[in-house]
């Protein structure tokens, strides 16, 4: 199951510095954990969570997977992206193939690096690339309307509910408040997300500050917080050109380069973990002497799913899952002590699999 956020940005906002910085970090991981390209601009990450070392060490396992996220370097944005201006259409289409976006803005001052409109405004930034997106649609959701006018003569009750949608999210835009931000209940969730809408998908603003404000951030991340608030999305700080040269430096020389600039982790770190939070996603493990593994699902999923995610056999015969609370698992030393404790129970097609939880699945072949 692969979830990806999408890159965007202005020229000259430090996008692709980020990006490389992301994919050299990767690269730079230890054996077990490949960097894969999937294309020229893809690169896939390990979500960094220490549960999964601390499960492997107890297992005794010969090989430690963490779970994955994809991130997508996407080019091409200027005015009138949305009526196919420059790589208009590619955007938009690069735009639509993601599950999150990453907006990186500006936050410095730099007088060898030119600003695309000449002035540092992270937030007018952002506001030129959602635009565009909010334009694009409006156009879509306008076209919908004489089709489901048509369905409605007949009394269908999903245009009505479609339609509902579709004049709420009109609605925003033309005000310029993104689609993300539409009333929905959870029952309205997929009807909503079929309308395949490019606001509607979860927002992160990555602000790329100078060194000197990497740890405190500046007055430009202040407005970019507000903003961020407001259009209900989240907000990171990094410095893109240390993120660059932390990629270069071995483990412990990192440690000890984030300690002279103030800082307690990567600031890549904060946009890995953001970028899988804003997705509402959560993690299980599977653990074992051959392997520990991390996997990636949707907050929310039924434990059958949760088995699908590792092989769709294991969905369609699903008999059971062995749990056990990651807690549980640590501190009684592991499935046996957790077994002997009786914390580890087994659970039926109805469990709803919680953020770390050690599963064991049972299944017919």
Not at 30 to 57: H, M, S
Not at 107 to 132: K, L, M, R, Y
Not at 193 to 200: G, K
Not at 327 to 338: C, K
Request: hydrophobic residues 40%; charged residues 25%; aromatic residues 6%.
């Amino acid at each position: 199951m692969g979830f990806k956020c999408g890159i965007v940005g202005l020229p000259n906002v430090g996008k692709s510095t980020l990006f490389n910085a992301l994919t050299r970090t990767a690269a730079a991981q230890a054996a077990n954990f490949p960097f894969c390209t999937i294309e020229p601009n893809v690169g896939e990450v390990n979500v960094p969570d220490p549960r999964v070392e601390t499960l492997g060490k107890i297992a005794g396992s010969a090989k430690i997977v963490p779970t994955r996220l994809s991130f997508v370097d996407i080019a091409g944005l200027v005015k009138g992206a949305s009526k196919g201006e420059g790589l208009g259409n590619q955007f938009l289409g690069n735009i639509r193939e993601v599950d999150a976006i990453a907006y990186v803005l500006r936050c410095f001052e730099n007088e060898d690096i030119v600003h695309v409109t000449g002035t540092i405004d992270p937030v007018s930034d952002a506001q030129t690339v959602e635009t565009e997106l909010m334009l694009a649609d409006l156009e879509s959701l306008q076209k919908r309307i004489g089709p489901l006018e048509k369905l409605l003569r007949g009394q269908d009750k999903v245009a009505r509910t479609v339609m509902a949608l579709v004049q709420r999210a009109i609605a925003l835009l033309e005000q310029g408040i993104p689609a993300r931000q539409t009333e929905r209940t959870p029952e309205q969730e997929k009807p909503f997300r079929e309308l395949q809408l490019l606001t509607a998908k979860p927002a992160l603003y990555v602000c790329n500050v100078d060194e000197e404000s990497a740890a405190t951030g500046n007055k430009w991340t202040e407005q970019v917080a507000k903003y961020a608030e407001a259009q209900g999305a989240r907000m990171v700080i990094i410095s893109a050109a240390i993120e660059a040269e932390l990629s270069q430096l071995e483990p412990d020389e990192q440690t000890e380069f984030l300690a002279t600039m103030g800082l307690e982790a990567p600031g890549l770190d904060r946009v890995i973990q953001e970028g899988y939070g804003l997705l509402d996603l959560i993690t299980y493990f599977t653990a074992g002497p051959k392997e520990t593994k991390a996997w990636t699902i949707p907050a929310g999923t039924k434990a059958p799913a949760a088995a699908g995610v590792i092989h769709t056999d294991f969905e369609r015969g699903f008999i059971r899952a062995q749990t056990i609370a990651f807690s549980d698992y640590v501190a009684l030393g592991g499935e046996t002590g957790a077994k002997d404790a009786g914390k580890a129970r087994d659970e039926g097609k109805d469990y709803v699999v919680k953020d770390g939880d050690v599963l064991l699945f049972k299944f017919n072949v």
